[in-house]
C-alpha cells in the first residue's frame, strides 16, 4: 500500500500540469454539484478529435511517416533557416488544421532534428516560438483554434469578415516572430548545424507501405472532420477507434491519455463555473464592454477554450473577446490548451524538465505579450466601428 501511495505521488509530481487540472476540478465540484447538464456541456468534440489525433500521430512516428520531410529539412544547413521553416510551418499550417495539430506534428520533428544536429541548447526557445507561431497563426481562421470555431459559429459572422477582423494581429504576428527569431541567433546570425547519418529517420519499409496508407487515410479524415464540423464526429471517432483496435491495437496503449485527462479536468472545471448561478451573475454585471481584458485573465485560471464558452453569453463585443482569447496563451502554459500539448510532447521526451520549459516559455512568451497587448487594446474600437460589429 504505501509502495503504491508512493508511485502515485511520483506520477502527480511528474505530471504537474494534471495535478493543478485535477484539484481545480475536484475544487469545481464544490461550487457546482456533478450534473446531467454540467456532463452535457463539457466539450466532448475537442476531447474525441484530440484523442483520434493523439492516435494517429503516434501511428505516424511509428511508422516514420516523417522521413522524407525530415531529411528534405535536415539539408538547409543553418540554424536560422531551419528556425524558420519549423516556426513558420506551424504558423501556417495551424490556420487550417488548427494550432494543437500544428504543434502535435512539428514539435517532435525540432526535437528529433535539434537532437541529431545536437543543437538541443536551442530547442526550449524554438518550442516556445512555435508554440506563439501556433497560437497567433491560427486566429487568421475561424477553424484555426477551437474558441474562434465555437465564436464563429455562434456570431453568425461570415468568414470574410473574421479574416479581415483578425488580419491586423496575424500580419503583426509574423514580422514579430522574424524578429524574435533573428534576436535569437543575433550573436551568431550563421549558426550552422551539421547532421549526419539516417538514424534520426530511418527509410520507409516497403512492407508497410499499407500501414502508412492506413495512417494517412484516417489523418485526412480526421482534418476533414474538424474542418467540415460534421455532427456526425461521434461515429468517426468509433471507426478511428475500432480501426486501430483491428489493426494495430498497440497504438492504443501508445496514446497520451495524461493528455486527454488534464483537458477533461479542465472542461469540467469551467462548466462547474459555468453552471454556477451566482458566478453567472456576476460575470453579466463586470464582463460587458471588458471583454479584452476579462478573456485574458480568465484563461490564466481555466485557459481560453473553456473562457470562450464561459464568456461568450455576457459579450456585447466579439472584436475584444476574440482579441483576449486569442493572446491569452501568450501570458501562461494555462492560457492556452495548445500550450498544455506543447509542455505534454516535451516532458514526454525531457522527463522532469517541465520547470525549465515553463521558465523559457514564461520569459520569451510574456516578452511578446508586452509587444502586443496595448495595441491590440487600441485597435479593438478602430476594428469594431471599420467592420460595423
Not at 550573436?187 to 527509410?203: H, V
Not at 483496435?245 to 459555468?274: E, G, K, N
Not at 479584452?292 to 490564466?300: D, N
Not at 472584436?319 to 501570458?331: N, T
Amino acid at each position: 500500500m504505501k509502495n503504491f501511495a508512493a508511485k502515485t505521488l511520483a506520477f502527480f509530481k511528474k505530471e504537474l500540469m494534471l495535478s493543478v487540472a485535477l484539484i481545480a476540478a475536484i475544487a469545481s465540484l464544490f461550487i457546482t454539484p456533478p450534473s446531467k447538464a454540467l456532463l452535457s456541456s463539457i466539450d466532448w468534440k475537442t476531447l474525441a478529435t484530440l484523442f483520434m489525433l493523439l492516435s494517429t500521430l503516434e501511428g505516424f512516428k511509428k511508422e516514420n511517416i516523417f522521413s522524407p520531410l525530415l531529411r528534405k529539412t535536415s539539408r538547409l544547413g543553418s540554424m536560422i533557416a531551419l528556425t524558420f521553416f519549423f516556426v513558420f510551418s506551424v504558423f501556417f499550417t495551424s490556420m487550417f488544421v488548427t494550432n494543437d495539430v500544428s504543434l502535435i506534428i512539428f514539435v517532435p520533428l525540432t526535437i528529433i532534428l535539434f537532437r541529431a544536429g545536437n543543437k538541443e541548447k536551442f530547442i526550449l526557445p524554438v518550442l516556445t516560438l512555435e508554440n506563439i507561431a501556433a497560437i497567433r497563426g491560427s486566429l487568421l481562421t475561424p477553424f484555426g483554434s477551437p474558441q474562434n470555431l465555437f465564436l464563429f459559429s455562434q456570431s453568425g459572422i461570415s468568414a470574410p469578415e473574421f479574416m479581415m477582423m483578425m488580419s491586423p494581429l496575424w500580419i503583426a504576428s509574423a514580422v514579430l516572430l522574424s524578429g524574435f527569431i533573428i534576436i535569437l541567433y543575433c550573436r551568431n546570425l550563421r549558426e550552422k548545424i551539421e547532421i549526419t547519418g539516417t538514424d534520426f529517420c530511418p527509410e520507409w519499409d516497403s512492407s508497410r507501405k499499407a500501414k502508412r496508407t492506413l495512417y494517412f487515410i484516417l489523418f485526412i479524415l480526421i482534418i476533414a472532420t474538424i474542418v467540415s464540423r460534421t455532427v456526425y464526429w461521434p461515429y468517426v471517432t468509433l471507426l478511428v477507434f475500432v480501426t486501430l483496435l483491428v489493426f494495430d491495437r498497440q497504438i492504443l496503449l501508445q496514446t497520451d491519455y495524461v493528455l486527454l485527462l488534464t483537458f477533461l479536468c479542465f472542461f469540467v472545471f469551467s462548466s462547474s463555473i459555468c453552471h454556477n448561478h451566482n458566478i453567472a451573475k456576476f460575470l453579466s454585471d463586470h464582463v460587458s464592454d471588458h471583454e479584452y481584458i476579462w478573456s485574458i485573465l480568465l484563461s490564466q485560471l481555466i485557459s481560453n477554450v473553456p473562457a470562450s464558452i464561459v464568456l461568450w453569453p455576457f459579450t456585447k463585443n466579439l472584436v475584444g473577446l476574440l482579441y483576449g482569447l486569442d493572446s491569452a496563451g501568450l501570458c501562461s502554459i494555462i492560457g492556452s490548451l495548445a500550450s498544455v500539448i506543447n509542455l505534454r510532447i516535451y516532458s514526454r521526451e525531457y522527463p522532469g524538465k517541465s520547470m525549465k520549459f515553463m521558465f523559457v516559455f514564461t520569459i520569451i512568451s510574456l516578452a511578446f505579450f508586452a509587444l502586443v497587448v496595448a495595441p491590440q487594446y487600441f485597435a479593438i474600437p478602430v476594428v469594431s466601428n471599420w467592420l460595423g460589429l
